[in-house]
């Protein structure tokens, strides 16, 4: 009888527990499934290289776009890329500006099913800092010193710990670098305290470092890239979206790539409204002489730079943040959209060509 | 007297293989949901995919260095709480100008999550281990201090006045009567200051970014979107902190009851 009573209170026992990790899988998996009035999300980071989604938003572009196709617009404002990543993974955005680094690593551990790279934004527009009498003078000389970084996991995360795994290589000594995650503004006592001896960072806080006087110019990351150019920030979907709404997103380049261009050829006319809305989301007040100086390093164009993208990857595996999954090619995560002649659209994975 | 014992004993081992048999079925459970597809697979890894993450974190030595950091830092954070709570808890039961000026202190600290000192411990001593140590020893003195302090209050006065009838003054006092009848309260202070150094240390090690560390490597998890690796480490700090219990303070507990006669 005792017997019986424990194996039912047992069975119950465990009925309960399977229900939880049940509830957890679908709490994870079907949340966000609201058929009503359906907002566009957009990922985006309050940076420089950001801009052009910045300038979208704050003009009313992206509203305007999506109201005409019947939906509505919501910018989603993230801290850092894995944090954007996090959000996409979640279905709490649908398109999203951010670097190559994380966009990686989301397309990686998601077997392909998550992430597709659809445009890129920005090239350039990190640079590295150092300490005033840190005893810097070049790139190599960062061997064994402390590093600043946005944070863990972000594209100068990968770019910083790669290039200081490289010297402490040629060095032949243990790697005593250290990457240090931290917000900008806690770089700037940082250094200051002499806790880091650089910071690489994306525009426009390099600038403003210098400008401060918390930190001397060293160099520009591009001058460790053998083309001298590198994707900053790209615009990637996720998978699940790209695939039901080709035209959204067809529609949503279509802004993207117009305000590119104009940014591009008209930097010195936005500084106003970036100074505005830069200030207004980090609450850092930016003067238009940085943000000028800033825009300098950065070329925006919706360029993918595939070669580039494959090399970050290679990077990953290279510091072991990813591993090699024999499921996954990296070519796989360049999505585009064609309109076709008779004006549906056509999703095509274009990395196979 | 023997047989009651063994008694006990089989009933214990029946406990536990109940609680195994529980543990297995359930990952068998959890798999199987995971395995036939109700759940996004990395979003919700298998048991085995955790195991997997955790076996690469073993061979990489990154679990090793991991662990023998975290118990490095609560070993040393945690020796100078025990001392400092328990020197400040006496002081706060036995002086009463003490207990009048800091001992509300200790209570108004005590309710402070030592995390929220990080932001300063930052500030002061820097991003390297003393700002981890710092909270660490913040978050378990005053929790040992109140436990230490109530664990002396509460000794029952016949006890004292006995042992000041029969002679005892000064240490031979502290030593021979106060701390043997506030052993049994202040084991328990101990071990609220062991899990709240041990929460304290798991929050800073999130927050901090510089060393290795298991509460980090959940973060590191988290940053490069590796869920196995998140629950990997999420079952590590289980593990770790449910040694420590049984294998250190339930064992203290059970011997302390049993020489007072409460356990056989």
């Known amino acids: 009888m005792v017997q019986k009573q424990a194996i039912v209170t047992f069975g119950l026992a465990l009925t309960a527990s399977a229900f939880a990790v049940s509830l957890l899988g679908v709490v994870s998996t079907a949340q966000s499934q609201n058929k009503s009035f359906r907002r566009v999300r957009v990922g985006l980071m309050p940076t420089l290289t950001h801009a052009p989604a910045i300038i979208a938003t704050a003009e009313g572009k992206f509203e305007r776009a999506f109201a005409a196709l019947g939906y509505g617009f919501e910018p989603v404002i993230l801290s850092s890329g894995p944090a954007i990543m996090e959000a996409l993974f979640a279905q709490r955005v649908d398109l999203a500006y951010v670097g190559p680094g994380p966009a990686i690593n989301g397309f990686v551990r998601s077997a392909g099913k998550e992430v597709a790279i659809i445009s890129g934004c920005s090239a350039n527009g990190v640079a590295i800092v150092v300490r005033q009498g840190a005893a810097i003078a070049n790139a190599h000389d960062l061997a064994g010193k402390r590093v600043a970084v946005p944070a863990l996991g972000n594209t100068q995360f990968l770019s910083a710990t790669a290039w200081l795994n490289s010297l402490s290589k040629v060095a032949g000594s243990e790697a005593a670098t250290r990457v240090i995650p931290c917000s900008s503004s806690d770089a700037q006592i940082l250094l200051k305290k002499g806790q880091v001896d650089a910071a690489w960072l994306p525009e426009p806080w390099p600038s403003q470092l210098e400008a401060g006087g918390e930190a001397v110019f060293l160099t520009e990351e591009k001058t460790l890239w053998p083309e001298g150019r590198f994707p900053a920030t790209v615009v990637v979907a996720s998978r699940r979206f790209l695939d039901e709404n080709p035209q959204i997103v067809a529609e949503f380049l279509r802004v993207h790539e117009e305000t590119v261009s104009t940014l591009q050829t008209e930097k010195e006319r936005y500084i106003p409204i970036l100074a505005g809305e830069l200030g207004r989301l980090t609450k850092k007040s930016l003067s238009e002489k940085v943000l000028s100086r800033a825009l300098q390093r950065i070329d925006f164009s919706t360029e993918v730079m595939r070669p580039q993208i494959e090399r970050f990857y290679q990077l990953s595996l290279d510091c072991g943040f990813l591993r090699r999954a024999a499921n996954v090619q990296v070519c796989d995560m360049f999505a585009e959209i064609r309109r076709k002649e008779d004006h549906t659209f056509e999703l095509m994975n274009v990395g196979h060509r | ?264």
């Open chain 2, 1 to 264: 007297m023997e047989q009651r014992n063994s008694v006990d004993r089989e009933g214990r081992l029946r406990v536990v293989a109940l609680q195994l048999a529980f543990m297995v079925v359930l990952l068998i459970v959890w798999h199987a949901i995971v395995a036939m597809g109700f759940v996004t697979r990395y979003l919700v890894p298998s048991p085995v995919d955790v195991g997997k993450a955790a076996y690469d974190l073993f061979q990489s030595g990154v679990l090793w260095k991991s662990v023998g950091l975290s118990l490095y830092r609560m070993i040393c954070g945690y020796s100078v709480s025990l001392v400092l709570g328990t020197l400040l808890g006496i002081l706060l039961a036995r002086n009463w100008v003490a207990k009048a000026t800091l001992g509300s202190l200790v209570l108004a600290l005590q309710s402070l999550p030592s995390i929220c000192w990080l932001p300063f411990a930052l500030l002061w001593v820097g991003i390297d281990e003393r700002a981890i140590l710092a909270v660490v020893i913040l978050g378990a003195t005053f929790s040992i201090a109140t436990a230490t302090e109530n664990a002396v209050r509460n000794v029952p006065p016949i006890y004292l006045k006995v042992g000041q009838v029969l002679g005892a003054r000064g240490f031979t006092f502290a030593r021979d009567i106060l701390f043997f009848a506030a052993l049994p309260e202040w084991l328990g202070g101990m071990k609220l200051g062991w899990s709240f150094a041990w929460r304290s240390l798991m929050a800073a090690e999130l927050i901090r970014q510089d060393a290795l560390g298991i509460g980090r490597l959940l973060e590191i998890g988290r940053a490069f979107n590796d869920v196995p690796m998140m629950l990997a480490s999420m079952v590590l700090i289980v593990a770790l902190g449910m040694a420590v219990d049984w294998g250190i303070f339930g064992v203290l507990e059970r011997q302390v009851r049993r020489v007072y006669g409460l356990e056989k």
